[in-house]
């Protein structure tokens, strides 16, 4: 196991109508007047947004609201946000949303302290500060809510990228599981595939001998195996959705993935056709996985046939472990399609001739970008493209 | 699940060498002068206790010494620790050692801020605060170092009891699983039984619906017998002390225990068995253990069926659950049998004549004590005295 630190500070309240804490979670953790980010309609019209204004009335927390947060968040609406909390002394960054937007806030929260371009950060440099930021969950899925991590899109380019630091580690975070029972399956579907995303990426590595944090995600795994089909039959399954929603956040806040390499191929490939695409990133995600992981298993089958025989319960082929470490891979991408995932680009809405585009920006793309992709294991920009073509 | 709230704010140095960071993390926790509090002569002969003064002295961290600290920790010594802080001004209290040295640590740093009795905190008073607590931690068992937890006996009538509190989480724990490799093997069995009573504690819940905590804390005890058997056969294996090290603060700091009711009735029943003879904590939990499951087992057969099909692989009898459930209690302790573990009374050195008094003293010895306990399910003292009759 490799030395690491771990700190996750973050204060969650869990359960039902826990959104009436935000008033005094905000106070607790020395904010006076907010941001209120938030995306679409359906915050407003469930009434979340004005029981949220309610409870931060109670504690007297002034506010100013930003909404209009769209999938995979631009950073257009990061600059806007900038200039509203400059111009109105903002000391608190409150999120209500999902991981675009809690990841939006996390962008506007840095970018707020910060004297040059915001996107620097999305270009590798560290996030050394922020202002303080809370979130209200709204869908099950990046993590975001207890993680250090943000992922933003460049209009220009339409280049979509991570930045993180400590300082994006969320003070707060309220998770009312019974906020998502309103999502569409297929936005069930895509968070549970998101989660599933981030334990397979943590689970590739190249460190040996690191059984109590394997064992943890086969678990989260497990659970989301179990709960995912629960929550697409029945999408009022409070305990369904409460599962998905704790082994979300632990599934990201990398109490199983310390000590060890991990591998965020998968993410990486996922981004361009998301940012290109505009698809949903679960979505794209349950067309990346598969292909990556058939290309790659590879170089290391028996970590394939591990998860394949303890999370699939895929028969241990002795004289051929490669057999079973192939039907996990089919298994997972079964289990995806029977949650209703895509599974190719066609059903993405992807084209093949975008591929040289799609591997040349996900190899050259940002400005630090050497043209090879590092994690489980070492890819050229042609062994991209031959990734992407397994998903047609 | 039920509702809760979730709040881990303490900082992990893990790995080889982290005791070297013990003075700059003491600064960056507000530190100027700390009590260093230990317990016998290995942290002494070993070097550890002088590498750790060296870090504090390149801070320019001032620091006081306390060591003795013995197992099953006594109030005398809090006593002693608190006013020796008082006198000498300290302002941090840095446990080196194991879950007894911790918990001291605990005790000391909230009767320094307490104008009364710090026992008050042991017999149900909220701890509110203490002065700021960090660890190097030199065994992997209790959890402490990630906990809300202390455990004290008071030499007046030899009482063993628990408090807790928010300000009792450490600031920062130092883990480095090298120091674990000199302990010996009875130890370190102690430490990994002491975890699995942590994990099968909170598994055994009444709440429906927790499939992802329960699939985590399978996931911990799985780890736990696979590196448990490692460690005793070579002490010297770095990375199974590793993954024994992360899983005992796992399986303690409760984010596999949330939003569930747990069981604590075989930390109860050891408590009096090590306040009486003065044993090691987790040979007493081994004893107690399988005897605690046998009798409650009734109270919901399917729940310890699942946990022995699914931990130990006891094939599920669909015709009668009870024989998998039993299975996996006999599972659970051949296993600690396995790991050199005392399994009955007369190996633990208890008497038969004493089980009026340990009874006695378990339902109606603290002020708060209603004469039962309660947790999986209720016992009343006749129950209980059946239940040490099982350990014969």
Sequence with gaps: MDNFSFYAPTYFAFGKDTEKQAGALIR?????????????????????????????????????????????????QVYEGIELCRKE?????????????IDSAKAIAAGVLYDGDFWDFY???????????????????AGSEGSPDSVITKEQGMIKRGASGEAYRPKFSIMNPALTQTLPAYQSACGITDIIAHLYERYLTNTKEVETTDRMIEALIMAMAH?????????????ARANIMWAGMMAHNNSCGVGRSQDWTSHNLEHEL????????????????????TYTMKHDVTRFAKIAN?????????DCPERTAKAGIEALRSFLISIGMPKNFAELGAKE????????????????????????????????????????
Tied chains: 1, 2.
């Design 28 to 76: 607790r953790f020395g904010g006076h007047k907010a941001l209120l980010h938030y995306g679409g309609g359906s915050v407003v019209r469930s009434g979340l947004l004005d029981r949220v204004k309610e409870s931060l009335n109670a504690e007297g927390i002034a506010w100013v609201e930003l909404g209009g947060v769209k999938p995979n968040p631009r950073s257009g």
């Design 89 to 101: 002394n903002v000391d608190f960054v409150l999120a209500i949303g999902g991981g675009s937007t």
């Design 123 to 141: 270009e590798g440099k560290r996030v050394e500060k922020a202002l303080p930021i809370g979130t209200v969950l709204t869908i099950a899925a």
């Design 227 to 239: 709960e995912g089909p629960r929550v697409i039959e029945n999408p009022d399954n409070y305990d």
């Design 274 to 293: 998301s940012a290109l695409y505009d698809v949903a990133h679960g979505a794209g995600l349950a067309v990346v996985m598969p292909a990556v992981f």
């Design 310 to 318: 303890r999370v699939w319960g895929c028969p241990m082929d002795f």
């Design 353 to 392: 001739e975008d591929i040289d585009q799609l591997a040349q920006t996900c190899c050259w793309g940002s400005e630090n970008a050497s043209g090879k992709l590092y994690g489980f294991t070492q890819l050229t920009e042609d062994e991209v493209k031959e990734i992407y073509r397994l998903m047609l």
